[in-house]
């Protein structure tokens, strides 16, 4: 148990639609990575957060959102669901001081749209 | 822009063998970390071993080591007495060092190895 979690574990869901994925991070931890993982696009990076500011940007589209909230927890917000989109999203997070450059992952939630 | 690549999709080992996985990056930076990270069939990413760049000697974890060659930009992973539980796929990382106002702290990720483990 890495100690990040991740909710829901499964969502499915209709093209067109809204859905909303939460990361808790490890306890102190300031980064919050958010990672897609597509059968034919690997492991890609979408966006991080720390200490509710983002902080770097990735291959996140204009549909989709996060935020980071003042306990720590985030949130990636998807909308305008395509087929394209069903994938596993996976967050981590890491300490918050220089060196300690290890991320840590939560056990994903696996996104279907039908 | 930083790039890793695996060019071994797949691979297989007889249980109790060692094998190795192989690993290659782009980079025009001096330091960076470099992990594997391995993915069972549950899905779950855990972190099997890292590497500081400014470190010369090679980083082990039990029976998983790492052959990391700066100027070749090569990070190979070995495992030895590979066992059942070892099967899954395994993902080179690649991550720039934290510097306070930089924000490139994202990992960047190779395609992946599949590992079989043959009984």
């Known amino acids: 148990d890495s100690g990040v979690t991740q909710t829901p574990k499964h969502l499915i869901t209709a093209t067109g639609q809204r859905v909303t994925l939460r990361c808790s991070p490890r306890s102190g931890d300031l980064s919050v990575y958010w990672y897609q993982q597509s059968l034919d696009q690997g492991l890609q990076f979408l966006i991080q957060y720390y200490n509710g500011e983002e902080r770097a940007k990735g291959n996140i589209l204009e549909r989709f959102s996060a935020q980071q909230f003042p306990d720590l927890h985030s949130e990636l917000n998807l909308s305008s669901l395509e087929l394209g989109d069903s994938a596993l999203y996976f967050c981590a997070s890491s300490p918050p001081v220089a060196g300690t450059d290890t991320q840590y992952f939560g056990p994903g939630t696996r996104l279907t749209v039908l | 822009a930083q790039t890793v690549t695996q060019s071994q999709p797949e691979m297989s080992v007889q249980e109790a063998e060692t094998v190795t996985l192989s690993c290659t990056y782009d980079?025009?930076?001096?330091?960076?970390?470099l992990f594997w990270y391995k993915q069972p069939p549950s899905r779950q990413m855990i972190l099997v071993i890292r590497q500081e760049a400014y470190k010369q000697q090679n980083a082990t974890e039990n029976r998983f080591s790492v052959n990391f060659q700066k100027a070749a930009k090569s990070f190979s992973l070995k495992i030895s007495d590979s066992q059942l539980g070892d099967a899954a796929m395994y993902f080179c990382a690649y991550r720039s060092p934290w510097i306070s106002n930089f924000g490139n702290e994202k990992l960047t990720f190779g395609t992946g190895t599949r590992l079989t483990i043959i009984p």
């Open positions: 980079t025009s930076e001096s330091d960076y970390y």
